[in-house]
């Protein structure tokens, strides 16, 4: 990594709201957490008094399980953006192209301009029908970020066969696939899939994730881990999140059912991207309005929600995610639609 590259690149802007007034539709967790977490989360207190296992072997085969491959392909790391940043750090080098989507998580193009290389950007929803010959790796976001957009798994084998006959590494960030019912493409020859546990299990703050690779890449990966990488605590909280199958089936199928809701209501006022992922971009420009200024009369009235132009290609868009129904009513009469368009404020619902 060049000095002068790191010192020049400011730092992606990223949703979330730490404002105690505002309900926060701006980050991409859960609102829930799965049940147990806290007390795994304190028993782990008397183990972290030594260092972590060296390979955190339970960690490994509980992330094993959840995505089903090898636990000796799974490589810890504190969160799903680290496992990104390892696996970009190890294709791209100086003067190397990296094939990217957009509008797409900024921190792709960041992290392989810190490496030295050059994205080339294709549009998410044809990501798939780009060609990575000569690119040094190809990054899926699946679902992708802001848009939703999500690829069958049989689009997605046909793609890393094509990065594999191009010896293009694929790079697979799966950051909202617990969400859906498709099933990782985890194990697959040539793909490095990035896991967090940040999105689906409500808990940003505790910095666990892996990633997945087989082959050279994997053992490559391996290798460049460092050693207690992954605390205690969130090794222990981490494996029994990823085993908790009846709060990830409920959360599905809360985020499904509100999904469509939220969208219906949007809709009568807002152009909706399809998604399937926890959360839903609108482009708030049909009526000449800017997203700066849905941002701040949403504000307004109690909610904050993502302003999406920070992403390639988009200029009037703003990203909300899917959160309880309460509060997702909430979000939509700050928005002025649904049955309740006053937002809690003083406002009406033609003044949004």
């Known amino acids: 990594m060049n000095l002068d590259t790191a010192l020049g690149l400011d730092r992606e802007p990223h949703g979330s709201s730490d404002d105690p007034d ?11 957490v799965p049940p147990g977490v806290e007390t795994a989360y304190r028993e782990a207190f008397a183990a972290a008094r030594s260092y972590p296992a060296e390979p955190p072997a ?20 504190p969160g799903g953006l680290a496992a990104i940043r390892a696996a970009i750090a190890l294709a791209v080098d100086a003067g190397d192209t990296a094939l990217l989507p957009a ?13 030295g290389g050059e994205p080339v950007f294709v549009a998410a929803d044809a990501v798939l029908d780009a060609d990575p010959t000569d690119h040094a790796l ?3 976001c699946a679902p992708n970020n802001p848009t939703g957009t999500d690829y069958e798994r049989a689009e997605l084998e046909r793609f890393a066969a094509r990065c594999r006959a191009a010896d293009t590494p694929l790079l697979v960030d799966e950051a909202f696939r617990g969400f ?18 940040t999105k689906l299990f409500g808990l ?31 090794l222990a909280t981490g494996a029994h ?21 939220m969208a219906a209501a949007l809709e009568e006022r ?8 926890p959360f839903l971009l609108l482009d708030v420009g049909a009526d000449g309005r800017s997203a700066e200024a849905v941002v701040e009369e949403a504000r307004d009235r109690g909610v904050a929600v993502r302003d999406a132009t920070t992403f390639r290609g988009l200029d009037s868009h703003v990203r909300v995610a899917v959160r309880r129904p309460a509060e997702n009513d909430r979000l939509l009469a700050a928005l002025g639609v649904g049955d309740d368009q006053t937002g809690g404020g003083e406002l009406g619902g033609n003044d949004v």
């Open 180 to 197: 859906t019912d498709r099933p990782s493409i985890a194990g697959t020859a040539g793909v490095v899939v990035a896991r967090s546990l």
């Open 58 to 77: 339970a960690y490994r085969e509980a992330a094993a399980e959840y995505v089903g491959c090898d636990p000796e392909a799974v490589v810890p790391t």
């Open 270 to 277: 807002y152009d909706v991207t399809p998604s399937e992922a």
């Open 204 to 234: 940003p703050g505790i910095r666990a994730g892996f990633a997945v690779a087989t082959g050279e890449f994997g053992a490559a990966l391996a290798s460049a881990r460092r050693p207690w990488n992954v605390s205690v605590p969130a």
């Open 103 to 115: 509008p797409s998580f900024g921190e792709y193009a960041r992290e392989v301009r810190l490496e």
């Open 138 to 140: 190809a990054v899926v």
């Open 22 to 32: 505002l309900l926060d539709f701006s980050a991409n967790t859960n609102p829930e």
């Open 241 to 261: 999140c990823m085993r908790r199958d009846a709060f990830i089936s409920a959360t599905r199928e809360r985020v499904r059912s509100e999904r469509a809701r």
